[in-house]
């Protein structure tokens, strides 16, 4: 589809500049990051491969050096289309559309000290890290750190509280090799990141009709909702603020998603107000309520550590149970009435009758003989029940570390096809907000099926391109299909044949390639003119983050607006000249940033990452003000939260200085 791309020149054998970006990786978010960091913010970048399995194969399109040097290409083309615009487009920089040999390429199986040395990492400003193996990221981490102290390090791990260890080792490390290095800079010196937990709840989201997206400051919830047009001619409503205007086929079952080749009739984000006057029929996403979020509360148990009663035992077990119970009961009662004993002593009489341990009722009344018969009954009644309930529960304990099978009646549910590092983010997601999720996995030893197990998710074992898979899953009864696999082609011959079963199934797919998306959507709009397709990008949601924390900065969370992300962080204004000096009317900038709130905390008793929540003990109020007046004029010392798109903080936290070439 891309056609043959030509192999990159040689390159040389070290880096030429000093103050660069690096980026090693194997897998697509290591190229999207690249044309994150050299077209969005303009830095010199140098991109560390694999190498081709067979050098004496011509080189795919769509693999390896191939399919980066492709990617490159395009998003090459379209700055010079758009005639430079953006951060990276301003003056003194000369060489952003310089074309792909902007982006230094270089081919290692492994991130060694040699290679590190060629790429430059002992002067570069920043490395990432985000090979698929979390083993691999923390052995590079390692080296890095020891060649060079000073080094900005963003590490993809999939591991949280490994993650977090490292962290805080790595930074010690720098800690002592630098003794005089800024406690500033030494903060965001070791990020440690996941593009799963990135990207889990937008995928997440798509499943979900109306989502909010919760976005969280020091204790704060920002929910971003996403309102329909109301009709008529009208706007939606604008809640606090409007964050971004909905394509105008957004909410057309057979319309596709805009993305930035979109153009008007595509998604606008941070629209001003006579954009948002202009666009009637159109849906918005709106900051729709600030709320105190408390102390976080535990982690949702994945699993329980007993086996539930229901579980254990079949619901027709425990009807009849309960109908032997009732009827005990009842006898009971009838033989206090009939005898006149006391309560207690006809309940134990009845249940010795029941259990055959009483004697014959020979010359008692007539009352208490047919009592005794009928307890007699309820007994033989009790043998098969307790036969019964020993049998389920040993079934129910053998089969305890077993795949749960989808439930006869099940419907209304979400099919998840993949069970890997994405596909068990998205799992947990789903069973946090409560939806009933049926998953579908080919490997047996694959990452989710723990999960699913603990979390006692129906899975079913196959290759969905086999027939009878899918409808194991029950796709005929299901709300929703989320095709994750890692293939693009699985995904999307999984959705044909879904929609075969269920032509007005709503399907998410995980797809790479933007213009193989857009092919994609054609054929299922033609297809299926009433049904909604939507598809994501894991490489795509998750870039962003790790490019600004390339450059030193954490963002509070970005929302995904179709195909569009929108970003929140936490900016200082001071050296800032598009906010310090400005009233907050003054510093907005239509489809680039908006200030939402001001940290009027004191700079000395302020949080250094505002995404990080409170500690349950501290009595210190949050210092973030929303209500801001239009007229307050920005003051150096002040910290805003803003809302921004891709080109807009990149163009707030582009480095002032350039890079100067070795000497």
């Not at 890290?129 to 890095?144: F, K, Q, S």
């Not at 489809?591 to 929540?613: K, N, Q, Y």
């Not at 920005?634 to 080109?647: E, F, M, N, S, Y």
């Amino acid at each position: 589809m891309l056609g043959h791309v030509p192999p990159f020149p040689q390159q040389p054998q070290r880096s030429p500049f000093s103050g660069h970006m690096v980026v090693c990786g194997d897998d697509a978010l290591a190229q999207r990051l690249a044309v994150e960091l050299r077209y969005v913010y303009g830095e010199r970048v140098t991109l560390v491969l694999p190498p081709r399995h067979d050098a004496r194969r011509p080189e795919l399109p769509l693999t390896g050096r191939g399919r980066a040097a492709a990617l490159f290409g395009r998003m090459s083309q379209a700055m010079n289309r758009n005639g430079g615009n953006g951060a990276a487009g301003g003056p003194g920089d000369g060489d952003t559309n310089a074309g792909v040999e902007a982006v230094r390429i270089l081919e290692a199986p492994e991130p060694s000290d040699e290679i590190f040395e060629e790429a430059g990492v002992e002067s570069a400003a920043a490395l990432a890290l985000v090979y698929d193996d979390d083993e691999r990221n923390i052995r590079a981490a390692l080296t890095a750190r020891r060649l060079n102290p000073r080094v900005r390090l963003v590490i993809r791990l999939y591991n949280r509280k490994l993650g977090q260890h490292l962290e805080t080792l790595l930074d010690q490390a720098a800690a002592v090799s630098a003794p005089g290095l800024d406690p500033a800079a030494l903060d965001a010196s070791t990020t440690v990141l996941s593009d799963a937990d990135t990207a889990a709840p937008a995928l997440a989201a798509t499943a979900l009709t109306g989502s909010s997206k919760v976005i969280q400051a020091e204790g704060l919830l920002l929910r971003a909702a996403e309102r329909t047009p109301p009709g008529d001619g009208r706007i939606a409503d604008p809640g606090l603020c409007t964050l971004a205007l909905l394509s105008s086929t957004t909410h057309d079952p057979a319309g596709t998603e805009g993305s930035d080749s979109s153009g008007d009739e595509g998604p606008q984000l941070l629209p001003d107000e006579s954009q948002v006057a202009a666009a009637t029929g159109r849906g918005t996403v709106v900051l729709e309520a600030v709320s105190q979020s408390g102390p976080a509360g535990p982690p949702p148990r994945m699993g329980g550590r007993g086996a539930p009663l229901g579980q254990v035992f079949s619901r027709r077990l425990r009807w009849s149970a309960l109908g032997v119970g009732l009827a005990v009961v009842g006898l009971a009662v009838a033989s206090w009435l009939t005898t006149g004993d006391h309560p207690a002593h006809a309940a134990y009489l009845t249940l010795l009758d029941l259990f055959a341990m009483g004697d014959p009722a020979i010359g008692d009344p007539t009352a208490r003989q047919i009592l005794q018969l009928l307890s007699g009954v309820a007994g033989l009644m009790l043998l098969p029940l307790l036969v019964a309930a020993v049998l389920e529960a040993f079934g129910s304990l053998r089969t305890a570390s077993s795949l749960r099978r989808p439930p006869r009646g099940l419907s209304g549910h979400v099919v998840l096809l993949g069970l890997g590092k994405i596909g068990t983010r998205v799992l947990v997601r789903l069973r946090e907000l409560g939806i009933p999720v049926v998953c579908v996995e080919d490997d047996p030893d694959a990452r989710g099926i723990a999960v699913a197990r603990r979390l006692h998710v129906p899975v079913v074992l196959g290759d969905v391109t086999q027939e009878g898979v899918l409808e194991a899953a029950k796709i005929q009864r299901a709300r929703a299909l989320l095709a994750l696999t890692s293939v693009d082609t699985t995904n999307l011959e999984a959705a044909l044949y879904a929609r075969s079963v269920k032509p007005d199934l709503r399907v998410s797919l995980r797809l790479f390639d933007d213009e193989f998306a857009t092919a994609v959507y054609r054929t299922l709009r033609t297809a299926h003119p009433q049904a909604l397709t939507r598809s994501r990008s894991v490489s795509h949601l998750a870039a962003p983050s790790f490019a600004v924390a390339m450059m030193g900065r954490q963002i509070l969370g970005a929302i995904p607006v179709e195909r569009k992300v929108m970003l929140f962080a936490a900016v200082e204004v001071a050296g800032h000249p598009q906010l310090e000096g400005r009233t907050v009317e003054q510093a907005f900038r239509a489809g680039a940033w908006r200030v939402l709130a001001l940290d009027a905390t004191p700079p000395e008793d302020r949080r250094p990452d505002l995404a990080v929540p409170a500690p349950a003990s501290t009595d210190r109020p949050s210092g973030l003000v929303w209500d801001l007046h239009p007229g307050y004029v920005l003051r150096p010392q002040d910290r805003v939260v803003i809302a921004a798109t891709r080109r807009g903080l990149a163009e707030l936290l582009r480095r002032r200085s350039t890079m100067v070439p070795r000497p």
